[in-house]
């Protein structure tokens, strides 16, 4: 037992129904990949566990980058203006982008994410999305694959933080309440 996990009040997903939930997934994407050479970019910082196992369970050939993103507000809820803050290094006209993220939550991050690589030239910006949580979208849209669909409650775990913590527990759970005594 780590020393985080007193703080978790329930596991949502465990390592393996992750594991295996991603494993059918990079089959799914290899299918609609295949012929398409792939640039999989992956938002930073929680989408960044979950880029290193979808790749692998996607045996496609592909190239990988890493966006930056922050987007205003509190600590478990942002509220619209996206910024980047670091971006991809590479040209993407007419390349086949797929986004790799954590959650998808408002849709504002991914919402922005997609407007700015069709602005940049590519091919198809299609959404990969370990955890969608569709009860608090404000933005219309979707993803394209989906690991599981959540309820709303914030979670951590698995590249998901609670201010800036927790990102390297190896399941998906929701915290005790009194963790976040102290926010507004
Ligand atoms: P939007 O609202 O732009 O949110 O779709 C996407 C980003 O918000 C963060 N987010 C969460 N982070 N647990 C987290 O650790 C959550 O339950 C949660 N909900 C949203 C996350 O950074 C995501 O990229
Ligand atoms: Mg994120």
């Known amino acids: 037992m780590g020393m985080m996990d007193q703080d978790i009040l329930k596991v949502l997903y465990t390592e393996k129904q992750i594991a295996a939930r991603i494993e059918a997934m990079g089959m799914e994407m290899y299918g609609a990949l295949k012929d398409k050479d792939p640039l999989f970019v992956s938002v930073l910082r929680g989408a960044f566990i979950f880029m290193a196992d979808i790749v692998r369970a996607c045996q496609v050939r592909c190239d990988v980058e890493f966006i930056a ?22 040209d993407i006209t007419g390349r086949n982008i797929v986004v790799i993220e954590d959650i998808l939550d408002s849709g504002n991050t991914l919402h922005f994410l997609k407007q700015y690589f069709m602005t ?9 999305t ?12 979707t993803a394209d694959y989906i690991g599981f669909t959540v309820p709303d409650e914030f979670v951590v775990g698995y590249g998901l933080d ?15 309440p009194e963790v976040y005594s102290g926010e507004e």
Do not use: E, F, M, W
Not at 70 to 88: L, P
């Open 130 to 141: 370990l955890l969608d949580k569709p009860s608090r979208r404000t933005k219309a849209i």
């Open 69 to 90: 993103v922050s987007s205003y507000g509190n600590a478990t809820s942002s509220s619209g203006a996206v910024k980047i803050t670091h971006d991809i290094q590479q």
């Open 120 to 128: 940049k030239g590519a091919a198809s910006v299609s959404i990969c």
């Open 162 to 176: 609670y201010c800036q913590k927790y990102r390297n527990l190896p399941y998906i759970g929701v915290l005790k």
